[in-house]
T-cell receptor, first 114, second 111 residues
Framework: DGGITQSPKYLFRKEGQNVTLSCEQNLNHDAMYWYRQDPGQGLRLIYY???????QKGDIAEGYSVSREKKESFPLTVTSAQKNPTAFYLC?????????????FGDGTRLSIL | QKEVEQNSGPLSVPEGAIASLNCTYS??????FFWYRQYSGKSPELIMF????GDKEDGRFTAQLNKASQYVSLLIRDSQPSDSATYLCAVKPTNAGKSTFGDGTTLTVKP
């Protein structure tokens, strides 16, 4: 089945620790996105990538980093600089960034501070 | 003013009624409009998209777009308890790499 796989489903971070959230897609989509969702809130864009080896900051990029070395993969690192990382993290992809196609989402990763 | 605004909700309707969810947007260059449904604790799933002015129907769902008024809505006919969820509106300008999401409207359908 084609889709977007996020792992792990739950993740706990210790003070001062960097953690990496995985996102893999087998849909052959060019564009990939990372969103953060806090309880009762909408989605806020962290980073997005339209092509391999290129990515752009979203609205809340501070304290996060990404890479796009392969078309299928777009990992997100939550660094120790992100002081309030507890949230639901969603990865999405769409066929072409510049087109009008919708985004499709993975199942998400819940990150909490220990 | 937020780029995409939705009714703050929550919205409660009886089973079998029509639920009306509204969304306004500020960027007149927006060309693509999407409605996602998000159940509690789950990720959003696409239910409708619309690109042209007018209505688009898919089963019990109808999306309505009025670009002059910068307004898009979602109607759910014959609402069912299983429709209880948060509905997110997303707007995308042409040739832009990203969509902007509203904060969502929570719908409760009471049996």
């Amino acid at each position: 089945d084609g889709g977007i796989t996020q792992s792990p489903k739950y993740l706990f971070r210790k003070e001062g620790q960097n953690v990496t959230l995985s996102c893999e897609q087998n849909l052959n989509h060019d564009a990939m996105y990372w969103y953060r969702q806090d309880p009762g809130q909408g989605l806020r864009l962290i980073y997005y990538s339209q092509i391999v080896n290129d990515f752009q900051k979203g609205d809340i990029a501070e304290g996060y980093s990404v890479s796009r070395e392969k078309k299928e993969s777009f990992p997100l690192t939550v660094t120790s600089a992100q002081k309030n990382p507890t949230a639901f993290y969603l990865c999405a992809s769409s066929p072409l960034a510049g087109g009008n196609q919708p985004q499709h989402f993975g199942d998400g990763t819940r990150l909490s501070i220990l | 003013q937020k780029e995409v605004e939705q009714n703050s909700g929550p919205l409660s309707v009886p089973e079998g009624a029509i639920a009306s969810l509204n969304c306004t947007y500020s960027d007149r260059g927006s060309q693509s409009f999407f409605w996602y449904r998000q159940y509690s604790g789950k990720s959003p799933e696409l239910i409708m998209f619309i690109y042209s002015n007018g209505d688009k129907e898919d089963g019990r769902f109808t999306a309505q777009l009025n670009k002059a008024s910068q307004y898009v809505s979602l109607l759910i006919r014959d609402s069912q308890p299983s429709d209880s969820a948060t509905y997110l509106c997303a707007v995308k300008p042409t040739n832009a790499g990203k969509s902007t999401f509203g904060d969502g409207t929570t719908l409760t359908v009471k049996p």
